[in-house]
């Protein structure tokens, strides 16, 4: 049971670039999040998923895409990365019942140039 | 919408010694959750402990406790003889426990916790 897992760890885009960060969970979460962590701003809710075949925007969600095609696997595209998205983001799941934990995935980190 | 204010940006305690880190929020739901994060350097966001708005008992895991204060909206966290692995970020979170909402969490900005050897 590996939980929340993110890929990758750690990447560098030049502006102008595009790329796709990938969530993984294996615990049969219907509800998925991509956050964004800046310093000195805590997590703030860039996309979110209710369930397979739905997404929705979050508090930041320009400059995003994201995509649930298997209740699984949550992406968060980045169609044409700038500065000001270099970022750790992190990706969570929960189960549906309003009580349940959510859980975190460790983090990407993104620069971009 | 929700905020969650920390007005600690950094706390530091002595080893084996007690701190308190504040959280208030702002809400005009009755039924919601509070959540203390921690984020060690690894970055994980690590669960510490959490309530229910409607419990009036403060939550309690081992070292860490909650003053959950609903009508002041405040929910500080005592960690209790503090060791050198609790240093961390520690965020405080709310979500909201309504069905018609996508139920995400709002965070705090985060309190950095020095612990003194």
């Known amino acids: 049971n590996a939980g929340v897992t993110q890929t990758p760890k750690f990447r560098v885009l030049k502006t102008g670039q595009s790329m796709t960060l990938l969530c993984a969970q294996d615990?049969?979460?219907?509800?998925m999040y991509w956050y964004r962590q800046d310093p000195g701003m805590g997590l703030r809710l860039i996309h979110y998923?209710?369930?397979?075949?739905?997404?929705a925007k979050g508090e930041v969600p320009d400059g995003y895409n994201v995509s649930r095609l298997k209740k699984q696997n949550f992406l968060l595209g980045l169609e044409s990365a700038a500065p000001s998205q270099t970022s750790v983001y992190f990706c969570?799941?929960?189960?549906?019942?309003?009580?349940?934990?959510?859980?975190f995935g460790p983090g990407t980190r993104l620069l971009v140039l | 919408a929700q905020t969650v204010t920390q007005s600690q940006p950094e706390m530091s305690v002595q080893e084996a010694e007690t701190v308190t880190l504040s959280c208030t929020y702002d809400?005009?739901?009755?039924?919601?959750?509070l959540f203390w994060y921690k984020q060690p350097p690894s970055r994980q966001m690590i669960l510490v402990i959490r309530?229910?708005?409607?419990?009036?008992q403060n939550a309690t895991e081992n070292r860490f406790s909650v003053n959950f204060q609903k009508a002041a909206k405040s929910f500080s966290l005592k960690i209790s003889d503090s060791q050198l692995g609790d240093a961390a970020m520690y965020f405080c979170?709310?979500?909201?426990?309504?069905?018609?909402?996508?139920?995400?969490?709002?965070f705090g900005a985060g309190t950095r916790l020095t612990v003194k050897p």
């Open positions: 615990m049969n979460h219907e509800y």
């Open positions: 309530q229910e708005a409607y419990k009036q």
């Open positions: 969570a799941s929960r189960h549906n019942a309003g009580r349940e934990t959510q859980y």
């Open positions: 809400t005009s739901e009755s039924d919601y959750y």
């Open positions: 998923s209710v369930g397979e075949g739905t997404t």
């Open positions: 979170a709310y979500r909201s426990a309504g069905i018609w909402d996508n139920n995400d969490m709002r």
